[in-house]
């Protein structure tokens, strides 16, 4: 395996989670959808939040490492739900799905040996698409590592 197809694999292991990291499935499943909207103390979020946080972030990351005229939302607000609840149960099921076809489509540019990780995006301040990868897989570790913890607070781990 060259040092290129090695890289790119370890990077599809970090974004997949596991190791040192949680899984993103093992932190969504079985999350009871009742609870999906509580902010238990001292959580300053509930579940709801962290999972559309983490979904807008990974897809505005996807898109920025895709497109050039791409525009990212407002910060902050345009990073986090307006409620900390969903307005119908259906929404996680949503998000999650969202997420994962994100997450598969940040992939497909990974493995793809065409696209060369060390180059620089040609908009943009330096960015590549390594330096995206990590980005996505650090945010999303810290944000699913809040996540499992409120999933424990509400007593569903």
């Known amino acids: 395996m060259t040092h290129d197809a090695s890289l790119r694999d370890h990077l599809l292991q970090l974004l997949h989670g596991g190791h040192a990291h949680v899984r993103f499935d093992d932190v969504v499943n079985g999350f009871p959808l009742d609870r999906i909207g509580i902010r238990p103390p001292p959580a300053p979020h509930s579940a709801w939040e962290l999972l559309e946080h983490i979904r807008i972030a990974q897809n505005d990351i996807?898109?920025?490492?895709?497109?050039?005229?791409?525009?990212?939302?407002?910060?902050?607000?345009?990073?986090?739900?307006?409620?900390?609840?969903?307005?119908?149960?259906?929404?996680?099921?949503?998000?999650?799905?969202?997420?994962?076809?994100?997450?598969?489509?940040?992939?497909?540019?990974?493995?793809?040996p065409a696209r060369d990780l060390f180059q620089p995006f040609s908009w943009g301040d330096g960015q590549t698409l390594l330096r995206e990868a990590l980005l996505i897989a650090d945010h999303n570790a810290y944000h699913l590592g809040q996540l499992m913890l409120l999933k424990r607070l509400v007593g569903a781990a």
């Open 62 to 112: 996807l898109r920025f490492s895709k497109e050039a005229d791409y525009v990212s939302p407002d910060w902050p607000e345009g990073y986090w739900p307006a409620a900390p609840a969903p307005g119908d149960a259906e929404a996680w099921t949503r998000s999650v799905a969202a997420f994962r076809s994100d997450r598969a489509e940040f992939e497909g540019l990974i493995s793809d």
